[in-house]
């Protein structure tokens, strides 16, 4: 059976990968002729380094080809991209669109097209419409001949390979026989359950775990806030709060960063402006949180006339080196932007500073033992395993801010004085 992949990006490529790994002769196809080159020569960068042995391998064997145009398949997966526009955070569904519509002359009888990229509820039912529209041969006394359904991904960015597997899916067709084809599919390399429902309800799930996720994320980062206008030390709280046996509160940070959290709750809220009051707060909360740790940070360098500051974490969560929609690269971009003083960048899972970031002559990714050395503030963003306990590793007179935004008084008494 021949499976086209369509996107080869966060999810595409170890999608196609661990397909080509189960026996399926995959045929990758992007836009992008960067993308392509990349995957072409090796130097797959961003992902988990297993992958671009799997990748290496699968083209080696023939099991995975990048083709243009879109070639004939058994089976399509739509795995592109599904932003928000600048404006109004409204979702841009045009990559799945262009995508829909350079598939739709491909397409034969029998058939299965089904969307992985996460869409807005009813976005697979108006697909499939468009599908047809474009191809009225596939529908016969108003019934389809072709089948489509959604699966939305549900993998950590570091663990992809393992979680496109071992994790739970959820399938939902457009009709039964939509369900049931796309659902007998993932069962062949997928070895956590499949969970078949309809598409609607495929789309609304996805969205709602991560508008779920969002909601505790900012409750715990309001409580930071809240906690440091009381003089609370918000992280000894939450440690106390949750040895209640029905309580567990998450640990604040510096915001809410990655491609999927801080996106997929807009979609809900544009499907509902009225109906989505509490998933609209979340989100500005969470924004709110990245503003006021900026400030934080802001207010402490004040002190020093030619400010260092070291910025520990680039990436959006601990463990990995995704740099996408990063509280702490925009931080870290405001700071330079405003000139506030010379950063020292510490980012173990990187090379090179990202593009936003390597233009600035103030801004430099540095180890950590330099970066502490000539900091006069040392900024934890992200929270790295190799940054454990960095506080009580710190030098007297240097000037230490947590997650939390919580400049320690300690540290600050003796930062100031050396400022002075």
């Not at 974490?313 to 330079?336: F, M, Q, T």
Request: glycine residues 8%.
């Amino acid at each position: 059976m021949n499976v086209c992949v369509m996107g080869l990006g966060y999810i595409g490529l170890p999608l196609a990968a661990v397909l080509a790994r189960s026996g399926y002769k995959v045929l990758g196809v992007d836009i992008k002729p960067a993308v392509v080159r990349s995957i072409e020569s090796g130097e797959i960068h961003g992902l988990e380094p297993p992958l671009g042995l799997l990748v290496i391998e699968a083209i080696r064997r023939g099991s995975l080809s990048l083709c243009d145009p879109v070639p004939h398949a058994d089976v399509y997966i739509l795995a592109v991209p599904t932003p928000l526009k600048k404006k109004k955070h409204q979702v841009d569904l045009s990559y799945v669109e262009k995508a829909v519509d350079s598939v739709a002359p491909r397409l034969r009888p029998g058939n299965l097209v089904i969307i992985e990229s996460t869409v807005p509820v009813g976005t697979t039912e108006k697909m499939s419409r468009r599908l047809l529209e474009l191809r009225p041969d596939l529908e016969r006394e108003g019934k389809s001949l072709i089948f489509v359904a959604h699966c939305p991904e549900r993998v950590l960015p570091g663990k992809i390979l393992d979680e496109m597997v071992e994790v739970d899916r959820i399938v939902g067709g457009v009709d039964a026989g939509s369900t049931r084809e796309a659902g007998d599919f993932y069962a062949t390399f997928v070895r956590g359950s499949i969970h078949r429902t309809e598409a609607r309800t495929a789309e609304m799930c996805k969205l709602a775990e991560n508008a779920s996720r969002d909601v505790a994320i900012s409750f715990a980062n309001e409580l930071s806030m809240l906690c440091d206008k009381m003089g609370i030390d918000a992280a000894n709280l939450i440690r106390l709060a949750n040895h209640h046996p029905r309580v567990n509160i998450m640990d604040p940070g510096p915001g809410v960063g990655g491609h999927c959290i801080p996106v997929d709750p807009w979609f809900l809220v544009q499907s509902e402006p009225q109906g989505t009051d509490l998933i609209r707060t979340a989100r500005k909360v969470n924004e709110k949180k990245t503003a006021w740790l900026l400030k934080r940070i802001e207010e402490t360098i004040s002190h020093f006339e030619k400010p260092v500051i070291a910025c520990l974490g680039l990436a959006y969560k601990p463990e990995v080196a995704d740099l996408r929609g990063s509280p702490a690269v925009s931080i870290v971009n405001s700071l330079c932007s405003q000139n506030r003083g010379d950063l020292r960048i510490v980012e173990p899972h990187i090379k090179d500073l990202p593009p936003v970031l390597a233009g600035f002559n103030c801004c430099r990714l540095v180890d950590l033992e330099e970066a502490i050395a000539e900091a006069s503030v040392v900024a934890l963003l992200t929270r790295h395993n190799s940054f454990e306990g960095i506080q009580a590793r710190l030098p007297d007179g240097k000037i230490f801010i947590d997650p939390n935004g919580v400049v320690s008084p300690g540290w600050r008494r003796s930062g100031t004085e050396a400022a002075n």
